[in-house]
């Protein structure tokens, strides 16, 4: 039997925050935007469609919640998000996975969408505690139990 | 009572396709990519969470129908579909919309998004009928009562 696991590529953009009823949610590290990547625990899943109707549901729900951590992020860092934006791409890594990434009109790459472009900047080790904790108290409703 | 209205910049760049349970659902007025463009029926909607619980689990089950089509479209125009990509930005048009987009590694935007990326290129009548056509089939059983 196949077991679970994280792309390789996604696990080094990201740190992992909380284990939710259906996905992983990881901190993507880059301290341009807050942002939350969701990462269902389904083997072989790459399009929406492999999942049940109930799990994608389910990931719809982690999905708000993950919007409102990343709200929480940007506030904590007084960078207070003005709109999400949430996508599942996959054009690099196939693994399905959904991104929750908070934006400003002064943000580096608004209007466009934060994925490509240019490079991640690393957290400072402060604003990632903080960024870490303001995440996490959001997310708590969701945890696995 | 405020009346739901699709925001001009949707009507423009789009075309009706078919009233869903939640959502108005319309061909992207652009033949570089399969794109079917979901706008929930709801005054006033930005984000996710202005939706209910019910709303939204509708709304996934409309992106995985409305992938079904992208599909549908890609192999009637002779390019199926390699992958494909969702996304509620709303940067631009702050109008909650959901666009499922079908990829192909062969794509002018490949692996980047599609959103902001170049201009529009438009169809040709028989391939927009036919698109049109395999669109509308495959979103049969999602249509409003």
Redesign the interface.
Known sequence: MAVFAIDPRLLSASEPLASLKLSEARLQADARWPWIVLVPRKVGA????HLT?AD??T???E??AA??AVRAIGAASGRPVE??????????V?QLHLHVVG?RADDPA????V??MGEPRAYSESVLAAAREAALTALQGMKRK
């Open positions: 790459r399009e929406l469609e109707a994608r549901a990931l719809m729900e999905a708000v919007g409102v709109k999400l934006n949430i996508g599942a791409l996959g054009n690099r196939e934006r608004w209007p466009d969408p994925w490509g």
